[in-house]
């Protein structure tokens, strides 16, 4: 940005300023989404989460971890260390596998935004490939292990 600033002040005030106005049009909907993540962490702790997708729970876990995974938004920097965590308490490794992937992947939460700023279409095709992805991905991890 430095460089730019530079090179045509002009061109880095008018990108500065648009950036500003996507940020700020962005806003509402990025608080919205984060209060509903931080009122879902305050009720569902890893440990309530690790007994519902413990390694003995089976299809019935893989299916809720999947569902969980798809309407809950966490940063990336949180989704590896809280797998992490929920391994460590006891949840089976592709139940794990199942959350993680769908957690970076599918949008739930963030559905609205994506259509807002692509369509209903290539949003809704988007999601949906990325669960297919996501089971696939699951039912390999789960058959290794």
Same mark, same amino acid.
């Given at each position: 940005?430095?460089? @730019?600033?530079? &090179?045509?002040?002009?061109?880095? &005030?008018?990108?500065?300023? &648009?950036?500003?106005? !996507?940020?700020?049009?962005? *806003?509402?909907? #990025?608080?919205?989404?984060?209060?509903? #993540?931080?009122? @879902?962490?305050?009720?569902?702790?890893?440990?309530?989460?690790?007994?519902?997708?413990?390694?003995?729970?089976?299809?019935?876990? %893989?299916?809720?971890?999947? %569902?969980?995974? !798809? #309407?809950? *938004?966490?940063?990336?920097?949180?989704?590896?260390?809280?797998?992490?965590?929920? *391994?460590?308490?006891?949840?089976?490794?592709?139940?794990?596998?199942?959350?993680? !992937?769908?957690?970076?992947?599918?949008?739930?939460?963030?559905?609205?935004?994506? %259509?807002?700023?692509?369509?209903?279409?290539?949003?809704? *095709?988007?999601?949906? !490939?990325?669960?297919?992805?996501?089971?696939?991905?699951? #039912?390999?991890?789960?058959?290794?292990?």
């Amino acid at each position: 940005m430095v460089f @730019s600033f530079f &090179k045509d002040r002009k061109k880095t &005030k008018i990108a500065i300023l &648009k950036a500003c106005k !996507s940020f700020s049009s962005l *806003l509402p909907e #990025v608080l919205s989404i984060m209060m509903f #993540v931080g009122i @879902s962490l305050a009720i569902l702790s890893p440990e309530t989460i690790s007994r519902l997708i413990g390694a003995e729970s089976g299809p019935f876990g %893989i299916a809720v971890a999947l %569902i969980a995974g !798809s #309407v809950t *938004l966490i940063p990336s920097f949180v989704t590896f260390p809280l797998g992490a965590a929920l *391994l460590k308490d006891g949840a089976g490794y592709a139940q794990i596998a199942a959350f993680v !992937s769908t957690l970076m992947a599918v949008g739930v939460m963030t559905l609205p935004v994506e %259509i807002k700023y692509f369509n209903r279409y290539t949003a809704v *095709l988007r999601n949906i !490939s990325a669960l297919l992805v996501s089971i696939i991905f699951t #039912v390999v991890i789960w058959r290794l292990m």
